[in-house]
């Protein structure tokens, strides 16, 4: 799992590793970097997504890896506390900027492999924190540099932990 600790309160995600095996270990590889520490949800759509992992506070874009594989044909849904890889128009554009959806955006899931069918690809969800992301898509926001939707006052993650459990050791065998 992973927690971000947020000026609004912690947040904790649990990745699906079986279903969306790509997103979960490109998210995973962001977090333990430490690549979300003082990043801001930079887009806020109360009854839609709240939307990080690209930009510093400030507003200023963070330099991310090559894109991976959109896994949206998964059969994850984009349902109300599911995060997802938020990507351009591109399906396979995804790097790390992703979604928590606050609605259940059927509209998102994967319908076909075309350009306008693909969907976004759901790889975790809120297992602990949800009133944290509650508060967070009821803030007030506006357009700056740009972008729309934007936070007035910043929603900051101020710090990642990492909390994915060890492998069990091996059972040592006796003959």
């Avoid at 947040?11 to 977090?31: G, M, Q, W």
């Avoid at 009854?47 to 992992?53: A, K, L, R, T």
């Avoid at 955006?105 to 994967?110: E, K, Q």
């Amino acid at each position: 799992m992973i927690v971000f600790k947020t000026n609004y309160g912690d947040i904790t995600i649990e990745l699906d590793f079986e279903k969306a095996p790509v997103s979960a270990a490109n998210f995973l590889e962001y977090a333990k970097s430490g690549f979300y520490d003082n990043t801001i949800f930079h887009r806020v759509i109360d009854n839609f997504m709240i939307q990080g992992g690209g930009f510093e506070t400030g507003l200023v874009q963070k330099t991310n890896g090559k894109p991976i594989t959109n896994e949206a044909d998964n059969g994850l849904l984009n349902t109300i506390g599911t995060v997802a890889m938020a990507r351009t128009s591109d399906p396979h554009s995804a790097t790390s900027q992703f979604f928590i959806n606050v609605s259940n955006n059927t509209f998102l899931n994967h319908k076909n492999k075309t350009a306008q069918g693909w969907g976004y690809a759901v790889f975790g969800k809120i297992s602990a924190g949800m009133e944290v992301v509650n508060k967070m898509k009821q803030c007030r926001t506006t357009s700056k540099s740009g972008h729309q939707d934007v936070p007035v006052d910043e929603i900051i993650i101020t710090a990642t932990t990492v909390n994915m459990p060890e492998p069990a050791p091996e059972q040592a065998t006796q003959k």
